[in-house]
């Protein structure tokens, strides 16, 4: 069993910074591709940013130039991070890990952590 766990959404000013972590733990099956995606109330979940298995990167026009996706893996886990800076309102949001299995592009969610970006 594969568990996501996410942690680090804070309440922050406009203009501040964020460390968003998501340990993978259990039976972890190899990936395909890690990432953040966030929503909004009434609004689709939207991709932030990913990190595939050949290491290639992927941001949303949005997140270019502030936010940086990083992973880092033991035997044990995997560990996703988002660095989030000079932070804007409309950066509010609840942040989901997401990864996907090889070759199944079976996905697996986090619960989900709140970022709340202030004026």
């Known amino acids: 069993q594969v568990q996501l766990v996410e942690s680090g959404g804070d309440l922050v000013q406009s203009g501040g910074s964020l460390r968003l972590s998501c340990i993978a733990s259990g039976s972890l099956p190899s990936f395909e591709s890690m990432g953040w995606f966030r929503q909004t109330p009434g609004k689709q979940r939207e991709s932030v940013a990913w990190?595939?298995?050949?290491?290639?990167?992927?941001?949303a026009d949005f997140a270019k130039g502030r936010f940086t996706i990083a992973k880092a893996s033991t035997e044990a886990r995997t560990t996703l991070y988002l660095q989030m800076n000079n932070l804007k309102v409309e950066d509010t949001a609840v942040y989901y890990c997401n990864a996907r299995q090889l070759f199944t592009d079976t996905p697996y969610w986090g619960q989900g952590t709140q970022v709340t970006v202030s004026s």
């Open positions: 990190v595939g298995r050949d290491g290639g990167t992927f941001y």
